[in-house]
């Protein structure tokens, strides 16, 4: 059986590194990125008009974003080394908690860029997300 998906991208400005790094890792020096947050949620039938989720339903999300990560040293945020892999388990973690409940569609997986040509994604089990 299909299923219907849409998707909604988020961003935020902020500083990290990670300082597990060998040293001359350009990595472990503190440096900033405009970071890209894209949701991907799903559902096996429509609602409403026809939405998986009204995209003003992901709102709540964006403003998380903007209010805990948004120019911000993500160090001095998170309790772990913050790559893009373990942002992305966070804010999907965040995300089924917090929003998926509210909403018809479920979170199938959420990514984070650091650059447009890099990426962590944390995709969401079957038996998770339905």
């Avoid at 991907?40 to 709102?59: E, H, K, M, R, Y």
């Avoid at 929003?99 to 569609?105: A, D, K, S, T």
């Amino acid at each position: 059986m299909g299923s219907h998906i849409v998707g909604k991208r988020f961003s935020f400005d902020a500083a990290h590194h990670l300082p597990s790094l060998p040293d001359g890792h350009k990595c472990r020096r503190i440096h900033g990125h405009t970071y890209t947050v894209e949701v991907c949620v799903g559902a096996p039938q429509l609602s409403g008009p026809g939405f998986v989720t009204d995209f003003c339903d992901l709102s709540p999300f964006g403003d998380y974003i903007k209010t805990r990560l948004d120019h911000r040293d993500l160090n001095d945020v998170f309790e772990f080394e913050p790559t893009s892999e373990l942002i992305a388990g966070y804010l999907a973690g965040w995300f089924t908690e917090h929003l998926q409940p509210r909403i018809p569609g479920r979170l199938r997986w959420l990514r984070v860029s650091e650059t447009p040509s890099t990426w962590g994604q944390y995709t969401v089990d079957d038996a998770e997300g339905m």
